[in-house]
């Protein structure tokens, strides 16, 4: 078993699949809150007060009237019951506050966590990276509606059913904040609609002293699997048997992952260095620089996990894509936008401050014991 130390290099978002709703939000003057409805259910006469003006809460040309005649009356300071406050935005054709998409960070009972799963889905993308790319790319293109069946079998028999980590322990609140990305355009100085979401921040960009890591553990399930290959009840032949291999051996695994992640900072650093904006190529370059650096240091690895994290540290490819595999790929999807003359030359980056921009997703990984 591997005892797992991770510290966030970027801002990290696991979605839970829920948005702050409009009335969770108060726009004041040029400022915009999103309200921390636990604190406020603290002042006896908030949810009173609430449920008689609900039907003008519910309006959104009343709301932030409603919400204000509560706080006057209740004399609630919104500093003190705010979660994050930003800059409004404004839509500049209609002249009013735009309408904005907050998603929040995954929690179980009010305290964020990185799930196992993630950072297994995570990890299990970089290893078939690493050794079956080539098969995938070969499958997608002939077989494309069963591709993972085609090399591993069915979820039953994947070498990855033996591989277990653990969910990690909470996060430190005080890490937690809600910020913008956007999506910048690397072949154009354009422009896009600002997005916000709940993040977990790195340290470097913060003036808290505090610690801010959290623990979890990672086990593959050696004699389990050992058993398995014997019946023969899962497939274990070719590369996936190097998948197993790595993860038996701590410092094989570690090593595997460290070239893994060179390969996808290399791969980033490319396409950065073809942008337009070049205040923004500088500021992320700089990023991976340093992000190479901390994937150099003795038992440590860099992983890209959870959501807007980019193509490429979601699926098994690791290089641009070819025509017929974007065809391929859009028939599996149909839905799936984008122009595949232009694929993929976007990135998506956090305002971690006034001055800096940083890219989503990345982690660093130490391996404790």
């Known amino acids: 078993m591997m005892r797992l130390k991770i510290e966030p290099m970027s801002p990290i ?24 409805f636990d604190k406020l259910m603290n002042y006896d ?14 309006n959104p040309s009343e709301k932030d009237k409603a919400l204000e005649d509560i706080f006057r009356k209740l004399n609630i300071n919104i500093d003190t019951v705010k979660k994050h406050d930003f800059k409004t935005i404004i839509d500049k054709k209609t002249g009013k506050p735009r309408t904005l998409q907050i998603h929040t960070f995954i929690s179980s009972a009010g305290r964020k966590y990185i799930p196992g799963s993630s950072l297994k889905g995570a990890i299990r993308t970089a290893l078939i990276k690493q050794y079956l790319s080539d098969e995938f790319a070969k499958h997608l293109e002939s077989r494309y509606r069963n591709v993972e069946n085609e090399i591993f079998g069915d979820a039953k028999k994947s070498v990855f059913k033996f591989l277990q980590i653990s969910d990690s322990t909470y996060i430190n609140s005080k890490f937690i904040a809600f910020k913008m990305y956007r999506i910048l355009n690397i072949l154009k100085q ?36 050992r058993k398995n290959q ?75 996990v959870g959501g807007h994290s980019g193509f490429y540290s979601k699926t098994a490819f690791t290089k641009p894509l070819t025509q017929a595999q974007i065809e391929t790929l859009r028939k599996i999807n149909r839905h799936w936008k984008f122009n595949p003359a232009m694929f993929p030359v976007t990135v998506r980056v956090v305002d971690v401050n006034a001055s800096t921009i940083m890219p989503l997703g990345w982690l660093k990984v130490t391996v404790t014991n």
């Not at 409009?22 to 400022?31: A, C, Q």
Request: aromatic share 10%.
């Open 190 to 225: 354009k422009g896009s609609i600002p997005q916000f979401l709940e993040i977990w921040l790195p340290k470097k960009v913060t003036n808290i002293p505090e610690e801010n890591y959290v623990e979890c553990t990672l086990e593959f399930k050696t004699s389990w699997y």
């Open 230 to 304: 014997s019946a023969g009840t899962i497939r274990a032949e070719g590369k996936i048997t190097h998948i197993a291999s790595t993860l038996e051996d701590k410092q094989k695994f570690i090593a595997i992952m460290k070239e893994i992640a060179k390969n996808s900072i290399e791969r980033e650093k490319t396409r950065i260095s073809q942008m337009i904006d070049k205040n923004a190529q500088q500021q992320l370059m700089r990023f991976y620089d340093e992000l190479s650096k901390e994937n150099q240091k003795d038992n440590v690895f860099v992983l890209r």
């Open 13 to 36: 978002f696991i979605g839970s699949g829920e948005k702050v709703t409009k009335f969770e939000m108060l726009i004041r003057g040029d400022r915009t809150y999103i309200l921390d």
């Open 45 to 58: 006469k908030f949810v009173e007060e609430f449920v008689n003006r609900v039907d003008r809460i519910l």
